[in-house]
């Protein structure tokens, strides 16, 4: 899977642009969960809108890169983090109706600024 993101972010094959993303496992393990649990869910319009509204920005949007051990890593910025991560809670959340939960999806979206 290829998470398209301005410029090519291939968080599977942890590349942009052709170098490597150092980071990249963590932040496809995120994505990937929050995608696995909306499918799980049968929120499978979600996760359409999470490629559509999130995976669909500018790279500047989406990732920051820091410095660990000298070494250049990259990740999430926090909001796109944030909203995947509640995503995840959202949509494991059984306890929740389908409808709240949705209501509280759309909710986090744009609080998130997606």
């Known amino acids: 899977m290829k998470l398209a993101v301005g410029l090519c972010v291939d968080l599977i094959g942890g590349k942009v642009s052709g170098e490597s993303l150092r980071g990249a496992a963590e932040m496809r393990?995120?994505?990937?969960?929050?995608l696995a649990a909306l499918a799980r869910a049968d929120l499978g319009d979600?996760?359409?809108t999470v490629h559509e509204r999130v995976f669909g920005c500018n790279v500047n949007t989406l990732l920051e890169p820091y410095e660990e051990n000298s070494i250049v890593r990259w990740r999430f910025k926090p909001m796109p983090e944030l909203l995947l991560r509640e995503l995840k809670?959202?949509?494991s959340a059984e306890h929740i109706p389908i409808t709240e939960r949705r209501r509280r999806i759309e909710w986090t979206?744009?609080?998130a600024g997606f």
């Not at 393990?29 to 929050?34: D, I, P, R, T």
């Open 46 to 48: 979600v996760a359409r």
């Open 29 to 34: 393990e995120l994505a990937l969960s929050a």
């Open 89 to 91: 809670e959202l949509a």
């Open 109 to 111: 979206f744009d609080m």
